[in-house]
Structures are given as structure tokens and as C-alpha cells.
């Protein structure tokens, strides 16, 4: 997405958020919420934590944080809910260190998450990720088996969701059998 954004016709605005499919697929009830407890044992939470305290360091920070943690857990098979995993790929990502673990501290760092994860849920219904919404809130799942190979083609897949969401509402899922 970050690589197409001056691509695309008119550019995109992206507002990254974050979503936890821990708390959606959550067994323990409807009034649980698992970015109020630390110490559950959550494969994601953490993660998200994590890239909201790097976001604290600005766009260019999160985006660098966003893409190391990306290939981490892609490339490298690594578990990038575990605190030591996400300290590494802070550092890698060059990010102020002492202020990220000083924000993944904060309870506001915590808050944050779950404020993204119900605005997700309340406003969108979203339920997976990623999830894009456009324009006036037309919010669209899009599970992809590989990424594409080329910029052009990276372009041509936006423009196809943006315009099955904004000027196709009533088209509410395509699926390969």
C-alpha cells in the first residue's frame, strides 16, 4: 500500500489501525477485552501494542517498524508477539528504543489499540485483515494468496477494490471455489 500511494489516480491517504483478530476470535466472552490485560496470553495484542509506540514516533518510524515486524514474522518465522522479538525489530527499524518501550508501557499505548479495534468493529463491522475502507466508510476484507509481483499490477488491484467498494456496494463478496 505505502508503495502505490502517489501511484494511484487522485493518491491514497492511509490511516493505518490497528485490529486484534485475538479479541475477535475471543472465547472468554463479550465484556472481555483483552488489550485490559497485559499478561493474557494473546499472539497479537502485543504486536499492536507495539506498532501504536512506534507510531508515537511518526509516520516514517511506524512504516519502518510496520514493514521489519511484516518480514519478521513472514521472512523470518519469528514469534513478533514476544517482547524481545519487538524490541529487535524496533532497533532494527531504528526507532528510539527508550521511548518505545517507555510508550509499550503506557496504558494509553494499551487503550489505543482497543479504541482502533471497537471504532473497527461498531463502525466498519469489520471481522478480518486487512480490511480497507473507503470514501464514506465502504469497508472491504481482502484476503490475497500472494502479493503481487509488480507495481503495476499493485495499482490495478487497488483501483479494482476501491471500485467494487465505492461504486458496487451491493457486491458484497467474491470468492474462488
Known amino acids: 500500500m505505502e508503495s502505490i500511494k502517489t501511484e494511484v489516480d ?3 491517504l ?7 483478530l485475538d479479541q475477535q476470535n475471543s472465547q472468554e466472552g463479550p465484556d472481555f477485552r483483552m488489550w485490559e490485560h497485559r ?7 502485543r504486536a499492536l501494542v507495539a506498532a501504536k509506540a512506534a507510531k508515537n514516533q511518526g509516520e516514517e518510524a511506524f512504516f519502518r517498524f510496520h514493514l521489519a ?10 514469534d513478533i508477539a514476544h517482547g524481545n522479538t519487538l524490541i529487535d525489530t524496533a532497533r532494527d527499524a531504528g526507532l528510539d528504543l527508550v521511548r518505545f518501550e517507555e510508550d ?3 496504558e494509553e499505548t494499551w ?6 479495534h ?3 468493529r461498531e463502525r466498519y463491522d469489520v471481522f478480518g485483515v486487512p480490511t480497507l475502507v473507503f470514501g464514506e466508510g465502504q469497508a472491504v476484507f481482502v484476503k490475497l494468496e500472494s502479493l503481487p509481483k509488480s507495481k503495476e499490477d499493485w495499482v490495478s488491484l ?9 461504486k458496487r456496494p451491493y457486491l458484497l463478496e467474491l470468492k474462488r471455489p
Request: charged share 35%; hydrophobic share 40%.
Open 111 to 116: 487503550q489505543a489499540v482497543g479504541k482502533d
Open 69 to 78: 515486524a511484516f518480514e519478521a514474522k513472514r521472512d523470518e518465522g519469528k
Open 39 to 45: 499478561d493474557y496470553a494473546s499472539r497479537g495484542v
Open 104 to 106: 509499550m508501557d503506557k
Open 10 to 12: 487522485g493518491g491514497i
Open 118 to 120: 471497537m471504532e473497527a
Open 158 to 166: 487497488f483501483e479494482f477494490i476501491s471500485d467494487m467498494a465505492v
Open 14 to 20: 492511509i490511516d493505518w489501525k490497528t485490529f486484534s
